[in-house]
C-alpha cells in the first residue's frame, strides 16, 4: 500500500518524538545543578558493575557520595591559574620550597641519580613537582576521592573524563593498590604525593624503595621514580634543558595545562640546580 501524506506526517512526528526522547535521556546522563544525582549515583554503580568493578567496590565507592556545590564552583572559576605568574610563585613555589627541594636531593642524591638514569628526568624538576604538589607529602588532601570525581563526572562540563576517572579510582581499589580507606585527595580526585589522577595512578605508579608496590600515599620513593616514569612517557628527553621554547617545557603541559603552572615549574627546577 502506498504511503499518504497523513501517514508520513504522522510517521515524521514519531520519529521526532523519538529523537526527543533519545536526547533527553542523553540530557539526563549529566547535570548542571544537584537534580538527578542521586538516580544518576545508582545508575552509574550498575554501569561500573558492567564494566567489570566488583559490586563491593562499586557500592561501597559510592555509598555516601553527595553533590559537592562548592567543588563544582571551584571547578569553574579554576581561580589559583588565573593568578599573575608572581603571585602565583609566591604561593606555589617560594625560596622556603627551594631551599627544602635542595635539601631532600642531597639527602636522597643516590635516589633521585638512580631515577634520573632510568627515566631521564633530572632532580630539580622531580623535586619541584614534588613540593609544588604536595609540599612532598605532607599535603596530600582528605577528601573522599570518590565524592568529588562522582561529583564532575555527572556535572556536564567534562563528563566523559571524569567518568573515566571514577571507574579508574574504583580499579585502584579492585586491584588492590589502594584500600578504600586511602583514597582521600584533593577536590578533582588527585591522590597521593605527586597528586595523579586514578587513571594516571594506574598507568605510571612504579615501585621506587623495592617493596614490590607502587605506594604514592606513603613511599617518596615510589612518588619520586612515579613522575619520572609520568613524565618520560609524555616525551621528556634525557639531557635536556626545560627552559620555555624547548622540547621538555612542552612535556611540562602534560603535567598540567596551565601556563603559570608550567613557568612556576621551570622557575623553581632551575633556582634548584643552581644552588646543587
Not at 545543578?33 to 552509574?44: I, K
Not at 594506574?202 to 612518588?223: H, N
Request: glycine share 10%; proline share 2%; aromatic share 10%.
Amino acid at each position: 500500500m502506498r504511503p499518504t501524506l497523513k501517514s508520513l506526517a504522522a510517521a515524521a512526528a514519531g520519529a521526532a518524538a523519538t529523537i526527543l526522547l533519545v536526547g533527553a535521556a542523553e540530557a539526563a546522563s549529566c547535570g548542571n545543578t544537584a537534580e538527578g544525582f542521586d538516580a544518576w549515583v545508582q545508575e552509574f554503580q550498575q554501569e561500573a558493575v558492567s564494566k567489570g568493578i566488583s559490586q563491593r567496590t562499586a557500592s561501597a565507592a559510592l555509598a555516601n557520595v553527595s553533590y559537592d556545590r562548592s567543588l563544582i564552583a571551584y571547578d569553574r572559576t579554576q581561580r589559583p591559574f588565573k593568578l599573575s605568574f608572581e603571585q602565583f610563585v609566591a604561593k606555589r613555589a617560594p625560596a622556603s620550597l627551594i631551599s627544602q627541594a635542595r635539601s631532600r636531593i642531597q639527602k636522597n642524591r643516590a635516589l633521585f641519580d638512580r631515577v634520573e638514569a632510568k627515566y631521564g628526568v633530572p632532580a630539580p624538576i622531580i623535586a619541584t613537582i614534588w613540593g609544588m604538589e604536595t609540599a612532598f607529602g605532607a599535603i596530600q588532601g582528605r577528601k573522599n576521592v570518590f565524592n568529588g570525581l562522582a561529583t564532575l563526572a555527572f556535572d556536564c562540563r567534562r563528563t566523559d573524563m571524569f567518568q573515566g576517572e571514577l571507574i579508574a579510582a574504583m580499579t585502584l581499589v579492585d586491584r588492590g593498590d589502594l584500600t578504600m580507606g586511602e583514597m582521600r585527595g584533593a577536590e578533582h580526585g588527585e591522590i597521593g604525593q605527586a597528586q595523579f589522577l586514578p587513571s594516571s595512578y594506574l598507568k605510571y605508579a612504579v615501585d621506587g624503595d623495592g617493596d614490590g608496590r607502587a605506594d604514592m600515599v606513603r613511599s617518596s620513593a615510589d612518588t619520586i621514580a612515579s613522575i619520572g616514569n609520568y613524565l618520560r612517557a609524555h616525551g621528556w628527553r634525557a639531557g635536556g634543558g626545560w627552559e620555555e621554547g624547548s622540547a621538555n617545557y612542552a612535556v611540562l603541559s602534560e603535567w598540567n595545562r596551565a601556563s603559570v603552572y608550567q613557568r612556576a615549574i621551570a622557575y623553581a627546577a632551575t633556582k634548584i640546580e643552581q644552588g646543587l
